[in-house]
């Protein structure tokens, strides 16, 4: 089901989470593994402590960064998309 604007996005409940020497390093509990953000993925996960729309997401990379909105959607629903196949984040379809 492809991602859409107004999907929100929040971290699951499976989770934990560090910041660790500028990396983030997040340990799926259910799984007992680990992965490490770095960079603009670090900055997505810090940004999903609030639930946010994927909108809400795209608007804040493209203040912080100067990103043509094309790519930075296209890298952002990547991201969101392994995020969400390892069980680290849970989304909020938009209702019908």
């Not at 089901?1 to 259910?30: I, K, N, W, Y």
């Not at 392994?82 to 019908?96: D, K, M, S």
Request: proline share 6%; with cysteine.
């Amino acid at each position: 089901m492809p991602l859409q604007l107004q999907d929100r996005f929040a971290p699951s409940q499976t989770q934990l989470s560090t910041t660790v020497d500028g990396a983030t390093v997040v340990l799926d509990l259910e799984r007992g593994c680990y992965y490490s953000l770095r960079q603009v993925a670090a900055t997505i996960w810090s940004l999903l402590e609030q639930p946010r729309t994927l909108d809400e997401l795209l608007r804040e990379l493209r203040e912080r960064y100067a990103v043509d909105p094309a790519v930075c959607r296209a890298d952002t629903e990547e991201l969101l998309a392994q995020l969400l196949g390892r069980g680290l984040i849970v989304r909020e379809p938009v209702a019908p």
